[in-house]
């Protein structure tokens, strides 16, 4: 006697081969989704992260060096984060327009020796203030927010200056999409995009990131900016706002913890969308794997290519090195 009736429908019969599967597969994962991040600093000797296994602090002459050959594997785009001397760090972050300062000297540089690779600069002051937090603090802590502004749009415009493909503000001020815009085109720069930081939400994953900046913070946390991690009705109207005042890119970070996120800007949205898998999200893969628990090229490229089934077109990811051999 039969145990099952006869079924229609067997899922199974499109999962039997590689080759079947292939022709199913909903969702690739190519380099050309990849972002690479870089830590800048002075000098010529490499510092590893203790916190990011697999990722050192670089000097120039190295950072190009890399950026090179992953470049070569069809990475098309970095970004650069600077690890400022401590001595350079101020209250208000003046460095952070110093046009003769680490990252746009790297902008110039990189633009040189790479012309075809797209660079991204990150706009926020917390490299360069001495109490770590991404804006103008009044003497009681508060981040003031206007003030600010005019800081990101000097900053900006450094960065343009240099070269940069896009500026990124990451300092989630209202308005800084708007004002870094006009400024960039009363100057002229009008070919210069911005890949907005438009949900990015207070997340305790970004802690290795800090580390790599050697950035902490004075005091308080960065609630008063960046987003409750319980909300997404109010991404979506971050993320509204910023396409109103001129984002080319709008971002969402992290990544993993915040797959619905993406998936309704996805729905909402006609913009390019970017998801930030972040420092934290990398640590802890890294940690696992080097206990044995976990394979961490399997798990990255499962976790980037989950990113994008959630609607992500391009990922800024510090995994890059390590999924490329998959890809
Ligand atoms: C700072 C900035 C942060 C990250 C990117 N830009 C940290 C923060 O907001 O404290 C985090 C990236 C990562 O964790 O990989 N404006």
């Not at 800081?151 to 004002?179: K, Y």
């Not at 628990?293 to 994008?308: C, D, G, P, Q, R």
């Amino acid at each position: 006697m039969a145990i099952a009736a006869p079924l229609t429908h067997r899922l199974r019969r499109n999962r039997q081969t590689e080759a079947i599967r292939s022709l199913v597969q909903e969702t690739r994962l190519y380099p050309s989704d990849l972002i690479h991040p870089f830590f800048l600093l002075e000098g010529f000797e490499k510092e590893p992260i203790a916190s990011m296994p697999g990722v050192d602090r670089l000097p120039l002459p190295l950072l190009l060096r890399q950026a090179e050959h992953l470049h070569a594997q069809g990475i098309p785009a970095i970004a650069l984060f600077p690890a400022i001397d401590k001595a350079l760090k101020t209250e208000r972050g003046d460095e952070a327009w110093n046009s003769d300062g680490l990252i746009p000297q790297a902008i110039r540089s990189i633009k040189r020796e790479l012309p075809s690779l797209c660079i991204i600069a990150d706009v926020a002051l917390d490299p360069y203030t001495s109490h770590g937090h991404d804006g103008i603090a009044s003497p009681k802590g508060e981040i003031l927010n206007d003030e600010t502004l005019e800081c990101l749009c000097r900053m900006a415009l450094t960065l343009a200056e240099a070269g940069a493909d896009f500026v990124a503000p990451s300092d989630m001020m209202d308005g800084r999409v708007g004002s870094i815009r006009k400024a960039l085109d009363s100057a002229g720069f009008t070919k210069t995009g911005i890949l907005s930081y438009s949900v990015k939400y207070a997340s305790s994953l970004y802690a290795p990131f800090r580390d790599a900046l050697r950035s902490r913070l004075a005091f308080g946390d960065k609630k008063t900016y960046q987003m409750n991690p319980a909300n997404r009705r109010e991404a979506l109207l971050e993320a509204h706002l910023d396409e109103g005042e001129g984002a080319d890119i709008l971002m969402v970070k992290p990544a993993t913890l915040y797959l619905d996120v993406i998936a309704k800007l996805r729905e909402e949205s006609h913009k390019p969308i970017a998801a930030y898998h972040v420092s934290g999200e990398y640590a802890m893969v890294m940690a696992a794997h080097q206990k044995g628990y976990l394979n961490a090229e399997k798990v990255f490229h499962e976790t980037l290519l989950s990113i994008k089934r959630a609607g992500a077109d391009m990922i800024f990811t510090y995994a890059g090195p390590i999924v490329l051999p998959l890809l």
